[in-house]
């Protein structure tokens, strides 16, 4: 069963690609951006407790998280749309 | 007719309340669909890599934070989320960080530090992912067992999809995460069904809805989400010592 389980050499392949765009693409992230997208993407956090976390307003920790899927959105879409294609 | 918003899309995408309606909005627009679509397929294709390090210096003001709010679940998780690893814990620490801040986290007794710290993670992971099976089942049993003739509204049961959106995605990342984990199928396939139900029109016509019953007959998803729950289950019934998540 697991074997069945085991990712397609093209499912590899994209997330090789995507990986390897997502490295540059965060370091264009501001701390905050990256640090509430983690927070949001990575940890399951709702905004309002990334705000208490960060010790910034709830409208703050928004803004932080639309900036980073913004950019990260910019530099990987090219990438996800080829993929599907 | 005002689209909705990109950030109105992020919020959607993550579960949280979106503007006055904007579930409306979606329902009735193609186009906004389209898009919240393509945004899914970029977010959800970083879920499988490795969880990014937040910047040091953040790290520890977070974790100084919380630390207080935590009292003893602070003291327990010390080993696992030290100033600088808040993102390397993966998704079993974050979750308890997470539930607390929800106010869920139950407090177990008579245990010592390191006896605390795995029972709590380990119990609550169980009690958490059996409670979100039960709900997904829910919801799967409802779409199969619906009358698909005529127009079908299917608004509770997204309700409640979006409901588990969230805590669905922690999940799927963990078992992206684990390289020998014989579930990531029906993870991934259950994510992304949930995703489409919540994201579909609230009233299906009867070819869109038995679309979304072929597909949950076809994967499978019904039946493998029991057999998982039934494992969680039998995980949750044995003794604490040896337990590994």
Redesign the interface.
């Given at each position: 069963?697991?074997a069945a389980?085991d990712p397609a050499p093209d499912r590899l392949a994209?997330?090789g690609e995507?990986?390897r765009l997502?490295a540059p693409a965060?370091d264009r992230l501001s701390?905050?951006e990256?640090?509430a997208f983690?927070?949001?993407?990575?940890?399951?956090?709702?905004?309002e407790?990334i705000g208490?976390?960060?010790?910034v307003h709830a409208g703050a920790a928004?803004h932080s998280?639309?900036r980073a899927?913004?950019k990260?959105?910019q530099a990987?879409?090219p990438?996800?749309?080829s993929a599907?294609s | 007719m005002k689209h909705l918003t990109?950030?109105e899309l992020?919020?959607r995408y993550?579960g949280?309340a979106g503007g006055a309606g904007a579930e409306e909005h979606l329902d009735s627009c193609d186009g906004c669909r389209a898009n919240l679509v393509?945004?899914a397929?970029?977010?959800d294709?970083?879920d499988?890599?490795?969880?990014?390090?937040?910047?040091d210096?953040?790290?520890n003001?977070?974790w100084q934070?919380?630390a207080p709010e935590l009292g003893g679940i602070a003291r327990a998780l010390e080993g696992l989320v030290a100033p600088g690893r808040?993102?390397a814990v993966g998704?079993m620490a974050?979750?308890v960080?997470?539930a607390f801040?929800?106010g869920r986290v139950f407090t177990a007794p008579d245990a010592g530090v390191g006896g605390f710290r795995g029972r709590c993670a380990s119990g609550f992971m169980l009690v958490a992912v059996g409670e979100h099976l039960e709900q997904s089942q829910m919801i799967l049993i409802e779409l199969m067992n619906s009358n698909a003739k005529g127009t079908v509204d299917i608004s509770e049961e997204q309700q409640r999809a979006q409901d588990l959106i969230?805590?669905n995605?922690?999940y799927r990342?963990a078992a992206l995460r684990t390289g020998?984990?014989?579930y990531?199928?029906c993870w991934t396939n259950w994510s992304g069904l949930l995703l489409d139900v919540a994201h579909s029109p609230s009233k299906l016509n009867s070819a869109e809805f038995e679309q979304i019953r072929q597909r949950i007959e076809a994967d499978g998803i019904l039946f493998k989400i029991r057999v998982v729950g039934s494992n969680l289950r039998e995980r949750e019934a044995a003794p604490v010592k040896g337990r590994a998540l």
């Open positions: 069963m697991a389980e994209f997330s995507v990986n997502l965060l701390p905050m990256r640090t983690v927070m949001r993407h990575y940890e399951g956090m709702c905004i407790d208490r976390a960060l010790g928004k998280v639309f899927v913004q990260l959105r990987l879409e990438a996800v749309s599907k | 990109e950030e992020v919020l993550y949280e393509s945004m397929r970029v977010l294709a970083m499988g890599l490795e969880v990014p390090e937040p910047l210096g953040l790290s003001r977070v934070r919380i808040l993102a998704a974050a979750l960080i997470a801040l929800a969230g805590e995605r922690l990342q020998d984990n014989p990531r199928t």
